[in-house]
T-cell receptor, first 117, second 113 residues
């Protein structure tokens, strides 16, 4: 079964540094997402991306965050200047149609654990 | 933002018995609901969903029940198996143009052999 692939599995960075998290969504999917889960907390929506632009973002997704689909297969999340509170598991997800469509659940990758020291 | 709540952080069940995981929500505008299962070091995996116009959906050992008047849904797993041991997340989504899933905090299910 096709999978969403995320790299690296674990990223350690120093506060203030830029990080880029990589994702390869499922190839025929059109909608792409980033979610995050701070340790012990719930999974939170960050951003959705469709047709080469952000379609929705949460209040967490401030100017320090950006997303890009640089080619036909990759989908990246960049954090420009990391803070301690950015430490979390970041999940990429994709779906072939809008997830509000009944039979279009999100397919998640295995996540990148980001540790900011 | 506690629109979706899972009040039981953990649940322990004997193999072969029924597991019942509960979820409450506050927003009556949610259009449908999903359950995801998550193993350690993996991403959430879709399990089963239910539209707000239904009150039950069944898929093999998994059944989701929706009580709209109580704003409550539950996931029943029967019979429970040790491989079902995982964190279960309830999630909800509005209809229309939004793409945002709203997750509960999860319930850790342990199925004892």
């Amino acid at each position: 079964e096709p999978e969403v692939t995320q790299t690296p599995s674990h990223q350690v960075t120093q506060m203030g540094q830029e990080v880029i998290l990589h994702c390869v969504p499922i190839s025929n999917h059109l909608y792409f997402y980033w979610y995050r889960q701070i340790l012990g907390q719930k999974v939170e929506f960050l951003v959705s991306f469709y047709n080469n632009e952000i379609s929705e973002k949460s209040e967490i997704f401030d100017d320090q965050f950006s997303v890009e689909r640089p080619d036909g297969s990759n989908f990246t999340l960049k954090i420009r200047s990391t803070k301690l509170e950015d430490s979390a598991m970041y999940f990429c997800a994709s779906t072939p149609r809008q997830p509000s469509s009944y039979n279009s659940p999100l397919h998640f990758g295995n996540g990148t654990r980001l540790t900011v020291t | 933002d506690q629109q979706v709540k899972q009040n039981s952080p953990s649940l322990s069940v004997q193999e072969g018995r029924i597991s019942i995981l509960n979820c409450d929500y506050t927003n009556s505008m949610f259009d449908y609901f999903l359950w995801y299962k998550k193993y350690p070091a993996e991403g959430p995996t879709f399990l089963i969903s239910i539209s707000s116009i239904k009150d039950k959906n069944e898929d093999g050992r998994f059944t989701v029940f929706l009580n709209k008047s109580a704003k409550h849904l539950s996931l029943h797993i029967v019979p429970s198996q040790p491989g079902d041991s995982a964190v279960y997340f309830c999630a909800a989504i509005y209809g229309g143009a939004t793409n945002k899933l709203i997750f509960g905090t999860g319930t850790l299910l342990a199925v004892q052999p």
